[in-house]
């Protein structure tokens, strides 16, 4: 991670249809790698109640970019890509 730039902001959707649609199991899955990856200096993770995007939804944005439809599945590779990047953010699922 560049020392200059701040952690990696993740914001999930905690609205209620977000969150019946699959927030609940996106937030335990980002919880469960960034403490598995020891990452919680490098990511910080907000919540919003909603993004007005329910249709969409689940809805979360990691680093600025909003994503759709983010099943959990997508969200591991979406996860395994940030461990890729040059922000240094490594991992070993």
């Not at 902001?9 to 699959?22: N, P, T, W, Y």
Request: proline residues 3%; positive net charge; aromatic residues 2%.
């Amino acid at each position: 991670m560049n020392p200059n730039e701040g952690p990696l902001e993740i914001v999930i959707c905690l609205g209620s249809s977000c969150f019946a649609r699959g927030n609940s199991e996106n937030l335990a899955t980002i919880n469960a790698h960034v403490q598995r990856h020891g990452l919680k200096a490098s990511i910080r993770m907000t919540g919003k109640l909603c993004q007005d995007e329910c249709m969409q939804g689940p809805n979360l944005s990691i680093g600025g970019k909003t994503y759709h439809g983010v099943t959990e599945a997508k969200l591991r590779e979406l996860l395994e890509q940030l461990g890729k990047s040059s922000r240094g953010l490594h991992g070993t699922d």
